[in-house]
């Protein structure tokens, strides 16, 4: 017992110096932290003092590597719908919008400083045509007025790289006249092409939309585009997307990752707050394809299957192409992104699809076999409604000798909730490969008695969704007798 006595002495002393050490080690690592915590302390307070010295004397500049500030926008932002109607084309409706021909006159007429197009190609005289069609006068217009301010203003143009015949006079005189041009080669870059189409004039008002800078956009093809004045905030954020064309007119790479100075922090999840026509409204530009979309911008797939998720009574779409396939690449491939989506919204969610796709003497035949696809989903029992029509722009003798004329070049969508304004055909490669826009504007905040932009949209597509012009889908449909 006594051998076990000591022993267990001798342990309990040893513990309670292990534990005395243990405990002057703890106390050691406590002091030291707190050492190096008050030296990181101070060298934070020491640097935040230097940093706001250096910056009152030395702001930053727009390339810096700080992300964009998010700034409140009371600017007094008007938004106005404008469409092109076909000559010839006339409906039995109350619905009308400026035309675009005058929208991008008074734009020319508004510039002070400077005009910025992003455009796929140039064609405002008829010259390449040989028909020599009077209705060519208003592009005639546009063209020279543009060529007279470029002597007098900055007027820049990014543009797709022209190809095969593709006409050049008009970028020539553009040129000539002062205009700074910037051919942008996405063969090379992505294998698209830029086929965007807006203007941005002296950073406070914009044009987005469907039309070309073509004569036949503004008298033989059916257009619809937005233009908002008077609002920097839209403006400037739609100008990075150009900088972003104009960099790549000058490079034979895209940018990775984008500089911060293209960043946004306006997108489908932060819209930019604003007052649109004195109403609230949430917006914000969406781009593709994604590999031009710097920190903080929505690829415009993204965008559109967004839109639709929002949905809850109806979605509506109005565009000139619709297939679930990459249309030009090779070999085929199937892409069902956006057709996924219009099938599952309208079966799990029960919302109403509408189609509005054109018809015309270059539309694809297998379009149809799609199209005929979609609208089988249809059974009013189940709570089924997806329809499709197709739209077809009458065309005289003599306006049928008018080479890719006459057809309805709309690419929008409206729901319940949003306005929804793009660039783009909607087939695979428009999204992953060709460089385009979109505007979207939410205004369901709205109390105001002024008709949203939402409802004006719709307005117009029930207006052709019912017109003379639109004929239904059906599965023994044969479309060689009506495009």
Known sequence: MKTDVAYNQLVDMERRQEANRKAQINCRCAIALVTVAVVLLAATALYIVLTLRVSSSHPAPSSSLHPPRRESCSDPCKIVLVESIPEGLEFNSSTTHPTIFKAWLNLMGEARSSIDIASFYWSLTNKD???????????????????????????????????????????????????????????????????????????????????????????????????VYNCSCLAADLGKIFEAYWLLGDSESIPSPWPSSFATLYNKDTPLQLPLNSTPSSVYLSSSPPSFCAAGRTPDLQSILSVMEDAESFIYIAVMNYLPTMEFSHPKRYWADIDTQLRRVGYEKRVKVRLLISCWASTKPVMFSFLKSLASVYDPKSGLDIQVRLFVVPASPKQKEIPFARVNHNKYMVTDKIAYIGTSNWSGDYFVSTAGSALVVNQTASVSPEPTVQSQLRAVFERDWDSNYSTPVAQHFNHKHLC
Do not use: C
């Open 129 to 227: 045509t040989g028909t020599h069609e009077p209705t060519a006068n208003q592009g005639e217009t546009i063209l020279n007025t543009l060529a007279d301010l470029s002597g007098k203003l900055s007027v820049r143009i990014a543009v797709n790289t022209p190809q095969g015949s593709q006409p050049q006079g008009d970028l020539r005189l553009l040129n000539n006249s002062g205009a700074d041009i910037r051919t942008v080669n996405m063969k090379e870059l992505t294998s698209g092409v830029l086929h965007t189409k807006f203007w941005v004039v002296d950073k406070k008002h914009i044009y987005i939309g469907s039309a070309n800078m073509d004569w036949r956009s503004l008298t033989q093809v059916k257009e619809l585009g937005a233009v």
